[in-house]
């Protein structure tokens, strides 16, 4: 007989070889076992005692429940032991809001957050996000998203994220972990890792196997990996793991990924937690280190029951399992529980939670007592305004046409510009309803990461109400077909002075894109408008990238990109297009000329989505880091609007470029000895380096400046290195002449490159290009730095 730990080796490390296949350049995935212990190490010490404590008192039916999601009041449940006074976890969606509920906030979705680069309103963002979910007694939000990153901008769920850019997208997640578990709620980052498309992220019934991320080690450490680094040196609770496979084994149950990357080198305290469904053995996935089942399987309606819950506790009592494994698990899961305060008291779960669930209440495992029904939207109106104008994007502004002034005569066109005409809850997956409504704005997307909308501030509402004192006339047609049919004729008096045409792009979980070009007859409804109006201003909501054919029509005098901003969204805008705002977004990816430029698709075809081979679905992430503004910038290519790039009402002016190493004779790689904590190698996270540069308002108004750094580093770092690597901003609001100094601190993992052969970052030994600008095209300042 095979030892315990060698058959679910020989289980767990899934390989191409056993399909009969070829595939020669990524192979297998390594298997890295045993699964590493929490310490408590970075200041979960006293946390983790308690913790101790907790889990000495549990019998072996209570561990395989706290690690096994049961059906219950939330979209995933760990049941209560009123015996020792626990009071379960509630776990609820996701990203930009508490998704189901009702009296609760629509926040501006993650790539809005990102657009604005706006370090204190993301952090905010999260703060008041996570207390809306704590009102209603769930201590775990399903979120934020780095996972995707981006890598393709035809991703289906990209805009649950923030930016394909890794240093971005780790900085905006480190923000938004510390706002969040500052209120006492943890964040769950979502979705580890590689979970770059949709089409095919999960297995068929028929028995083929889910898309395969393959991803070489250097550029899962330089691109993938970078941004849950930062999660995790920001103390997140607790990551997901993802429904694709890597390297043709799965999310869940991939020991090179959670006991190599996360729980090992980075040093991860926390709890990492299937998917939704995405577990798919029992010994196996929790060898390879995953820690909750989630939903568990049991109650949750069609599901098979759990190969955890039960199944553990045979396992364990067979010698498959060392207990000591499962006590690893729940120290995970409880250890930041006790860090937040969570067991010294918590809101219990809101009533209005139960007609919402989706497990029948009879398979509830424990009877909840549930609290009355609670308002948590606060003031939480004024920074969702906010966030939303400051996360839109100024791309086009001819001869100043914006901000307007005060226009007599506005057209306000498009399906995107109206009110919601088929509800205020687009779960569109599993046909649940929603989907790519016709007539109404578009705030946020579909799946798990959208949220029910208390009311929404439509654009047209508040552009009438905008000009009500003023008392202009607004004419509008929100119906796209019509306009497409001519059906602008009865405009009247024409000339108008100002057209105003809304436009969105939908993206849900569970599809990808399939074209870029805003919907609805987008084209042909920009040329009806321009051909009636010589100042038409075009803004863009939904899903992003969205390419612009019509960017250089001249009668398209303004473009702004607004994402998907929440509830505010009709205020967000008029703030920015009558200049109570100034522009400040900047575009967190690149709009391309056409998209066929971007040469990053989604694996899909007839002839794979009719193979019987279980193995069919692969896909080589080849192109490395270069991914957005890398791929282009790689390959010399134009672009439309390049990453970064962003207008403002007045203008900015850089100079003084200072670079100051603070190392002298840094050694090449971080000491091996040197601790590791939250985040990994402890020396990787220490300031080698400063650049300062001088920013300066010359324009006649206030505004916001985001000044960037890129890196060049030198050829020895690698093939596919990128020419320039985001490596510092800041946002800075200026008076008109008014200057400041802004500082980039640089960290040694900023300025290093990974070593796969030492299996380190390592510096160069020749000098890095610095450059500081505008816009990753921008670059006003360069310079050399040599560490
Ligand atoms: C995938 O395979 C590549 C190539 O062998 C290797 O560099 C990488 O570490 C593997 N990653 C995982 C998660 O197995
Ligand atoms: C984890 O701790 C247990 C004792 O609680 C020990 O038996 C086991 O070997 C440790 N595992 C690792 C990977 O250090
Ligand atoms: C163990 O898992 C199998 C397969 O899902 C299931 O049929 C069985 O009911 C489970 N047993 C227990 C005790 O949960
Ligand atoms: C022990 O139990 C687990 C879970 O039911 C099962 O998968 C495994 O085959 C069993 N092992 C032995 C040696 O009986
Ligand atoms: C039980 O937990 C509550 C908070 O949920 C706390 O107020 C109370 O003191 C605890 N009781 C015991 C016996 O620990
Ligand atoms: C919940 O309460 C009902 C009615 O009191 C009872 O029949 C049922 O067994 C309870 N369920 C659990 C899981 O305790
Ligand atoms: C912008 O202003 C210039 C100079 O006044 C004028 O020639 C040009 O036609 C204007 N362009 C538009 C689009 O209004
Ligand atoms: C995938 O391919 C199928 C069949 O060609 C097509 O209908 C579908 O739209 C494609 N999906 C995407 C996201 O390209
Ligand atoms: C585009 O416009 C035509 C009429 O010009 C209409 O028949 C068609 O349904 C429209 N398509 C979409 C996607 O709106
Ligand atoms: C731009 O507007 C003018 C004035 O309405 C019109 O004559 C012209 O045809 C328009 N151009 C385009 C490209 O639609
Ligand atoms: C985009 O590129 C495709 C293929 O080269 C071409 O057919 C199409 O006309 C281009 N679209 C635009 C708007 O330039
Ligand atoms: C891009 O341009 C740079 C500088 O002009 C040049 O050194 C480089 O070889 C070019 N790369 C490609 C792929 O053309």
């Not at 979120?143 to 394909?164: D, I, K, M, Q, Y």
Request: proline share 6%.
């Amino acid at each position: 007989m095979l030892s315990p730990v060698l058959a679910w080796l020989t289980m767990a490390s899934t390989s191409y070889a056993q399909f009969g296949i070829e595939h020669t350049q990524y192979g297998t995935s390594p298997p890295v076992y045993p699964s590493p212990n929490i310490t408590g190490t970075g200041g979960w010490e006293t946390a983790l005692a308690k913790a101790k404590a907790f889990v000495a008192q549990l019998t072996l039916d209570e561990k395989t429940f706290m690690i096994t999601g049961v059906a219950g009041p939330c979209v995933g449940n760990i049941a209560p032991i009123p015996r020792l006074n626990f009071s379960g976890l509630c776990l609820q969606d996701g990203p930009l809001a508490i998704r189901q509920a009702v009296y609760a906030s629509v926040f501006p979705a993650g790539v809005t957050a990102a657009a604005s680069w706006d370090r204190a309103l993301v952090k905010q963002r999260g703060v008041e996000m996570a207390e809306e979910f704590k009102g209603k007694g769930s201590q775990v939000v399903l979120g934020p998203v780095v996972g995707p990153l981006g890598r393709t901008a035809f991703g289906g769920r990209n805009w649950e994220g923030f930016s394909p850019d890794a240093y971005l997208s780790g900085v905006l997640v480190e923000e938004t972990v510390l706002g969040m578990q500052s209120t006492g709620v943890q964040a769950c980052i979502k979705h580890y890792i590689g979970n770059e498309q949709e089409t095919m992220r999960n297995p068929t019934p028929a028995g083929i196997e889910a898309i395969s991320s393959n991803i070489d080690d250097k550029t899962m450490h330089e691109t993938y990996l970078w941004p849950f680094a930062n999660a995790v040196k920001a103390g997140t609770s607790s990551i997901m793991c993802s429904y694709n496979r890597l390297n043709g084994s799965y999310g869940c149950q991939n020991s090179k990924t959670l006991n190599g990357l996360l729980k090992d080198e980075l040093g991860f305290q926390g709890y990492v937690m299937s998917d939704w469904l995405a577990t798919h053995t029992g010994v196996a996935s929790i060898e390879a280190g995953l820690d909750m089942n989630m939903p568990g399987g049991i109650g949750f309606s069609g599901a098979p029951p759990s190969l955890w819950g039960g199944n553990v506790s045979i396992a364990i009592t067979n010698g498959s399992l060392p207990l000591e494994r499962i006590d690893d698990m729940i120290l995970r899961i409880m250890t930041p529980y006790y860090h937040l305060g969570q067991d010294l008291g918590f809101p219990v779960i809101d009533e209005s939670t139960i007609p919402l669930s989706f497990y029948n209440r009879a398979d509830w495992k424990y009877n909840y007592t549930l609290g009355p029904l609670v308002d948590v939207r606060a003031d939480h109106t004024t920074l969702i305004r906010e966030l939303g104008a400051a996360g839109t994007v100024l791309l086009k502004n001819v001869n100043n046409t914006l901000p307007l002034k005060n226009p007599k005569n506005i057209g306000v066109f498009g399906n995107d510009a109206a009110d919601f005409t088929t509800g205020q809850y687009s779960l569109s997956i599993s046909n649940l309803g929603g989907g790519d409504y016709d007539i109404g704005t578009l705030a946020a997307g579909g799946g798990s990461g959208t949220g029910r909308f208390t009311y929404v501030v439509s654009p047209l509402d508040a552009i009438k109400a905008r000009v009500q004192p003023y008392g202009a006339l607004v004419q509008y047609v929100t119906d796209n077909t019509q306009i497409a049919a001519g059906g602008l004729a009865l405009l009247a008096p024409t000339p108008l002075d100002v057209c105003i045409l809304f436009l969105k792009s939908w993206a849900t979980e569970g599809a990808d894109r399939t074209t870029l070009i805003p919907e609805w007859n987008s084209t042909i409804v920009v040329n009806e408008v321009t051909a009636q109006c010589a100042n038409t201003v075009v803004v863009l909501h939904g899903a992003s990238p969205q390419v612009l054919p019509w960017k250089d029509n001249p009668n398209v005098t303004a473009i702004l990109a607004a994402h998907l901003p929440g509830q505010e969204t009709g205020n967000s805008i008029v703030d920015v297009l009558w200049g109570d705002v100034n522009p400040s977004g900047k575009l967190p990816y690149t709009i391309a000329n056409n998209e066929t430029d971007y040469t990053i698709k989604i694996v899909n075809s007839t002839e794979l989505l009719e193979s019987t081979n279980p193995n069919a679905w692969q896909d080589d992430f080849t192109e490395g880091n270069l991914i957005d503004y890398k791929e282009f910038d790689a390959a010399n290519k134009s672009v439309a609007y390049e990453f970064g790039f962003g207008l403002s009402y007045t203008t900015f002016e850089l100079s003084e470029l200072k670079i100051h190493v603070l190392a002298t004779n840094a050694s090449r790689v971080p000491s091996p000895s040197a601790k590791i904590i939250p985040g990994g190698n402890e020396e990787l996270w220490q300031t080698l380096a400063t650049v300062c540069a001088v920013v300066k308002n010359t324009g006649a108004i206030q505004g916001a400046a985001v000044p960037q750094l890129y890196l060049s580093l030198p050829a020895e770092a690698g093939a596919k290195t990128p020419v320039r690597n985001l490596r510092g901003f800041d946002k800075i609001t200026l008076a008109p002449g008014q200057s400041s100094t802004v500082e980039f601190p640089l960290m040694r993992r900023d300025l290093s490159s990974w070593d796969v052969i030492a299996q380190t970052w390592t510096l160069p030994s020749s000098s890095i290009g610095v450059h500081v600008g505008f816009s990753s095209r921008d670059l006003k300042l360069n310079g050399e730095l040599l560490v």
